[in-house]
């Protein structure tokens, strides 16, 4: 991984990073919040010994200081001070108690001893200190006396008392913030890339297309928009997704030129995948240019389409199929020009079955009779056969395949299943991709619409994505094989300018 991606990766997880983030930086303000406040008095001591007459005298007397500092600061910290102090002051606590919260340091090369008392009250931080201190001078005072009642060698006074401090030492909110935040990165950083070591989902071009075997013909961007209207209405659209969309139906048109497919199937592995979405757009895209299309609802356990596109659901491909029906009755004209749908009808007891029969493979070749293209809509490969045994009868399959969620050993089984029934596949869809400019995945670069009346168009913040197009394709070979072709990389579409109408096979 070069700096690049690891750039990418971590605008792709931000989410990761940024919830790692705001947990430890809560983290250290919870501490911060709940931790008693703590105050620090001090005071110093300092060591003299009794001095002599000579220099060498002075220097000795010196020395000896500075050797017993290190054992008075030993001596500070004991159990036997803590006893006498808290003795003196009638403190409610145990000696070990009060050490815990005594320290002493001695500074090298000199004669000085800095003693430190922690308390929750800043006063009796204070009390403590200077009691600690009196007391630490008459305890030395007792130690150092010789045996036959001279002067002491050495001796201890208070060269600074303690007074009442300002500020609690305890909590340090602003070093326990700037840790927060430095563990918090660290953490968001390393789950963000064992996130991505752990992903086995689709995510780029290059897997989507060593899965499938065949080439990207196509990458849907997200738009919430859909979740309400899955229909673009193309007359007025062109945000990035019908943007998609057109570069999806040019790709369509070079697939296969010798054979044109146009009874095609759009499936995926799994459910939710956008099948439904993308096949009503891709049959929308095909009537902007100008072709008539039908759209087959051909998933007879969770019909959608009609729901999508307000239209009756009731009567539909089984309606036809069990002979209820003509199928010019059956068909349903949409809102939008050039569009006709065949909903699935009353979901029967058998679906797979009746898209097995020969009616199903009869009535299909009558639409495709009828209309420039079929497209039809089917369930997940992964969860029933009907997509399968739709795809069989088919000139194409268009398989989906949604960005970051579909599952490498998904897509791998729905591939498989279409080959033990020699489905053609067409190429492959990635669906909702994240369309911010900033993704690793995102296939797209912007550019303008050069003296064109900007406000004619809807305002538009992403750019429409041109598409490196995939150039293989697969075709059936006479012998009713699969063969891959290389086709041309596709010149940039004009957005929103229709198409003429080719001539239909
Ligand atoms: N490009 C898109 N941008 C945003 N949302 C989308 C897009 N495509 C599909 N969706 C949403 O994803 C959900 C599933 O879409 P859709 O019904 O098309 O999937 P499906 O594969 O047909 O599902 P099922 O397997 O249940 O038939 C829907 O809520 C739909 O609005
Ligand atoms: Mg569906």
């Known amino acids: 991984m070069n700096f690049q991606d690891f750039v990418k990766l971590l605008r792709s997880r931000w989410v990761t990073v940024g919830v790692t983030l705001a947990a430890t930086v809560l983290g250290a303000v919870a501490v911060s919040l709940l931790t008693t406040p703590q105050y620090q008095a001090s005071t110093r001591l300092f060591v003299s010994t009794a001095a002599g007459s000579s220099l060498a005298d002075t220097y000795q007397g010196n020395r000896f200081s500075q050797d017993r500092v290190v054992s008075y600061a030993e001596l500070l910290t004991g159990e036997t001070l803590a006893q006498r102090t808290i003795d003196k002051l009638g403190l409610n606590m145990s000696a070990s108690a009060l050490r815990a919260n005594v320290s002493a340091s001695a500074k090298p090369n000199t004669v000085l001893i800095d003693v430190l008392v922690l308390d929750e009250s800043p006063v009796r931080a204070r009390d403590v200190a200077n009691a600690l201190s009196e007391e630490f001078v008459s305890l030395v005072r007792e130690l150092e006396a010789p045996a036959d009642g001279s002067d002491p060698d050495s001796r201890v006074v208070v060269e600074q008392r303690a007074s009442i401090p300002q500020q609690p030492v305890v909590p340090k909110t602003f070093r326990n913030v700037v840790t927060g935040l430095v563990l918090g990165l660290v953490l968001g950083i390393g789950l963000a890339v064992l996130r991505d070591v752990v992903d086995n989902t689709v995510k780029t071009k290059e897997k989507l297309e060593e899965i499938t075997g065949t080439g990207m013909v196509g990458s849907i961007p997200l738009d919430r928009a859909r979740r309400n209207q899955p229909a673009i ?3 007025q659209d062109n945000s990035p997704i019908a943007e998609a969309f057109r570069k999806l139906r040019t790709n369509l048109q070079f697939l296969a030129v010798d054979n044109p497919p146009r009874v095609i199937v759009v499936t995926s592995s799994m459910p939710h995948e956008g099948k439904s979405t993308t096949a009503i757009n891709i049959a929308l895209a095909l009537a902007e240019a100008e072709h008539s299309v039908v759209l087959v609802d051909g998933d007879m356990r969770r019909a959608m389409l009609h729901k999508y596109l307000d239209l009756v659901g009731t009567v539909g491909f089984s309606t036809v199929l069990s002979g209820a029906a003509p199928i010019a009755e059956a ?58 045994i739709l795809a069989a009868g088919a000139d ?3 398989i989906m395949a949604r960005f ?21 596949l067409l190429g492959a869809v990635f669906t909702m991709t994240p369309s911010r400019g900033g993704s690793s995945y995102s296939y797209s670069y912007s550019y303008g619409y050069y003296g064109e009346d900007v406000g004619k168009r809807p305002s538009r913040t992403t750019p429409p994505p041109v598409e490196v197009l995939a150039r293989r394709s697969t075709k059936i070979t006479s012998d009713g094989g699969v063969s891959a072709s290389m086709q041309p990389p596709e010149g940039a579409a004009r957005p929103g300018k229709r198409r003429k109408r080719e001539a239909p096979e």
């Open 404 to 424: 970051g969620q579909t599952k490498r050993e998904h897509l791998t089984h729905a591939v498989a299943s279409l080959e033990s029934v020699g489905a053609p």
């Open 331 to 388: 068909l349903q004209k949409t809102r939008f020009p050039g569009l006709t749908v065949l909903a699935a009808g009353a979901i029967p007891p058998n679906p797979s079955e009746l898209l097995g029969s020969q009616a199903a493979r009869k009535l299909l070749n009558e639409l495709r009779g009828q209309f420039d293209y079929v497209i039809v809509d089917s369930t997940p490969l992964l969860a029933v056969t009907d997509a399968a």
């Open 233 to 235: 209405s193309y007359e």
């Open 396 to 398: 194409g399959v268009l």
